[in-house]
């Protein structure tokens, strides 16, 4: 990232924590500290179009349902993989309390 001062020189700035790992640890607060920057740095004789505020809120918020509906999924498989283990281990003691065992 860098930073134009107001002499117009561009300074490069420390990568942040988020970008150091990539935009998928992104979060809410990343995406307000850049759209308020964003708005600081537009130019009030040509603003930002609402049309395209908008369909970047809207964005962010479809990105945040879909990371919300990934950690539910995620939960229900690790759920129905339990499930699974135990009605595997009940089986298998079904099966060994089946076979005969011969006494001598």
């Known amino acids: 990232m860098t930073t134009i001062t107001a002499t117009g020189t561009a300074t490069a700035a420390a990568p942040t924590t988020s970008a150091k790992y990539g935009f998928a640890s992104l979060g809410q607060a990343d995406f307000l500290r850049l759209m ?60 060994d309390a089946a076979t005969p065992t011969t006494t001598a």
């Open 36 to 95: 308020t920057t964003q708005m600081q740095m537009q130019d009030p004789f040509s603003p930002m179009d609402n049309k395209e505020m908008l369909a970047q809120m809207a964005q962010f918020s479809s990105l945040g349902g879909i990371n919300d509906l990934n950690e539910t999924l995620s939960s229900i498989s690790g759920k129905l993989d339990a499930v699974l283990a135990s009605q595997t281990a009940a089986r298998a003691a079904d099966a």
